[in-house]
């Protein structure tokens, strides 16, 4: 046929997963393996991504720097698959300067959306035309539905990520939380928290301004509850105090290339029912999380934000509530 390849798929084409056309031109090792690891997840009655005959995908992303180190793709992949959506998911390495082109360039070819990951999850508002309420509160993005009529809204599901996986072990309401972090994540994770009723959010951050007007958040929403704890550069470790029942490490610190670095936690005083989260997850076991458990601590990795987040996004963009088991075996399967 003219304009077809004689070997291979025809381009557009997306074969059925486990088929021996899945890959329709060349590509990576590592997208060999994802391809093949799509399969894993997809069951022979629902094992194509289309609900229709056509050739569109329907095309949702990430922006982030360091995307290379983000399995969110895997994740997403294995569910579209599973759950017969004709829709792609594309992880885009978008360094500050280049934000706002990739936003318009997504917008000019029809995206659904988009994630947004370090660094760019506040910086984005200033490219959107309207935040939902969770995003308005703490004043961070992490994903961006494409509305029909064509305006960009930001929302934040990594709070709600969040916050479904620790109720899992606990109810926050009442309970006293040390927060490590003022970026993103951690403005999401304590606008979740005070909206729970938790009894106290004590915000540490070696960037005092922004650590500051987290405290004002938490205030904002449940006033009293805020409070900061002081950790410039160059100060001792931070010291959990023995009253404390949740401690959230929401900085990049100790993320893959970097997974032996950690912040400097102090846990000796720390009691056995106490809870220690983190927001990185890869790896999963962070060095953050080892010592916490060395002392006693019960840990919370971050793959259950990610997938509860992950769920919340597909919603956002599709209208599916998607099954979880199949995002969580696919994260498992990238480490």
Not at 42 to 70: E, H, K, M
Not at 146 to 163: I, M, S
Not at 307 to 333: F, K, M, P, T, Y
């Amino acid at each position: 046929m003219p304009g077809v390849p004689s070997s291979g798929p025809p381009r557009g084409r997306v074969p059925k997963a486990g088929s021996s056309d899945v890959l329709t031109s060349p590509q990576s090792a590592t997208h060999r393996l994802r391809s093949k690891r799509i399969s894993d997840f997809v069951t022979p009655s629902n094992s194509s991504y289309r609900t229709a005959v056509g050739f569109l995908d329907q095309i949702v992303g990430s922006f982030s720097t360091g995307a290379d180190g983000n399995p969110t793709v895997a994740m997403m992949d294995a569910s579209f698959a599973h759950e017969g959506l004709g829709w792609r998911y594309v992880n885009c390495e978008v360094p500050p300067d280049s934000l706002a082109a990739a936003v318009a360039g997504a917008a000019a070819m029809g995206w659904r959306g988009f994630n947004c990951s370090i660094p760019h999850k506040q910086n984005v508002i200033a490219h959107l035309d309207a935040l939902a309420p969770a995003a308005e509160v703490c004043q961070a993005v992490n994903c961006v539905v494409a509305e029909p009529d064509g305006r960009r809204v930001g929302h934040n599901t990594d709070g709600r990520g969040f916050l479904d996986s620790l109720t899992a072990k606990l109810d926050p309401a009442g309970r006293r939380v040390l927060l490590i972090g003022s970026g993103g994540a951690a403005h999401a994770i304590a606008a979740e928290l005070a909206l729970a009723g938790a009894g106290s959010v004590t915000v540490t951050s070696r960037n005092a301004g922004t650590a500051a007007s987290l405290v004002d958040l938490v205030n904002g929403v449940a006033p009293g509850a805020g409070r900061l704890l002081d950790w410039p550069p160059g100060a001792d470790p931070i010291v959990v105090p023995g009253d404390v029942d949740v401690v959230v490490q929401a900085t990049p610190v100790g993320m893959t290339p970097n997974d032996g670095e950690t912040v400097p936690v102090d846990w000796s005083g720390t009691g056995t029912d106490t809870i220690a989260a983190d927001v990185v997850i890869n790896p999963p076991r962070t060095r953050f999380l080892t010592e916490a458990a060395a002392a006693g601590a019960v840990m919370l990795d971050g793959t259950g934000m990610l997938v509860n987040q992950a769920a919340e996004n597909i919603r956002l963009w599709a209208g599916v509530d998607v099954d979880r088991s199949v995002l969580r075996s696919a994260l498992e399967a990238t480490f």
